[in-house]
């Protein structure tokens, strides 16, 4: 189409399709070509030209790889492709919760790290001692709501509290709610008519860290559910930036995704066999324990654990994540 760059939205579509595409068949390839290279080591430890060591290396990286492949099989629903909003409450609980809701935005932060996604904090609201409050995080890169999805529910901490001058054992929550971060190639309807604004000053502690401007946003959407007719009003905070038309247009943002999420979670709810393999977000119904003491981290959902405590926090979750889109990824698809 020689018109084909006049229409920017129509292109950017087609541009994303050509590059899932070509993602499948780069993907493909390097199977192939690993697979074939296995083979060949094959031969060649027979003939005496590798070691047994040699073989077994390219054995483990062939299946890596043909996992890898096998896992994002798993991710073909449209909103699997997209960035994350992603959400963490502490508990019930005070100092202890608000810590352990820091180790867990500290734990995502570092999985988005390792695995080369874009993130930024949309908003934070610090714990009175120690931790955090809330914390919103974006997460923008191809798949991360296909892989973060399985972070949605109660994170469970247990151990010896460094807060307690007693050194009991203690238990505490935090909630991690996960939304797709839509993009512009997603349709959904904002009513300006039922939008508001207030700004206030964002900032550090004090001093001089203090923002004298009032650049924080806080927006308001009265949102009416057009399938329950159940009214709510959405409030957002954003003071990612000293830049309060950016934080404006990052609070709409985080709209469009909740309003994306809330028909998505309907679609959801119509597949009768999904709904009943959901898990409910409350306290009581933890996803997933860390028990520290024990090093002992396990999914109550899948049943997989690890005893590598200190290598979770610090963001190696794949397993976890692998095992429940194995567990739950297939059935969801074969509803469709």
Known sequence: MPDFWEHPAEAQKQMKKIKDIQAWLDGYKEVEDACEELSLAYDFVKEGLVEEADVDAQYADTIAKIEALELRNMLRREEDKLGVVLKINSGAGGTESQDWASMLMRMYLRWCEQHGYKTSIANLLEGDEAGIKSATINVEGDFAYGYLKSENGVHRLVRVSPYNAQGKRMTSFASVFVTPLVDDTIEVRVDPALLSWDTFRSGGAGGQNVNKVESGVRLR????????????????????????????????????????????????????????????????????????????????????????????????????????????????????
């Open 221 to 336: 959407y009265q949102f009416t559910d057009p399938y329950t007719g159940e009214k709510e009003e959405i409030l957002i905070e954003n003071t990612e930036t000293r830049d309060q038309p950016k934080n404006k247009e990052n609070a709409m943002r985080q709209l469009r995704s909740i309003l994306y999420d809330k028909e998505l979670q309907h679609r959801l709810a119509e597949q009768a066999k999904i709904e009943a393999g959901k898990m409910k977000i409350e306290w009581g119904s933890q996803i997933r324990s860390y028990v520290f003491d024990d090093r002992r981290v396990k999914d109550h959902r899948t049943g997989w654990q690890t005893s590598d405590v200190g290598g979770v926090m610090d963001g190696d979750i794949d397993d976890f994540i692998k095992a429940y889109l194995m567990e739950f990824a297939g059935k969801t698809d074969a509803e469709d």
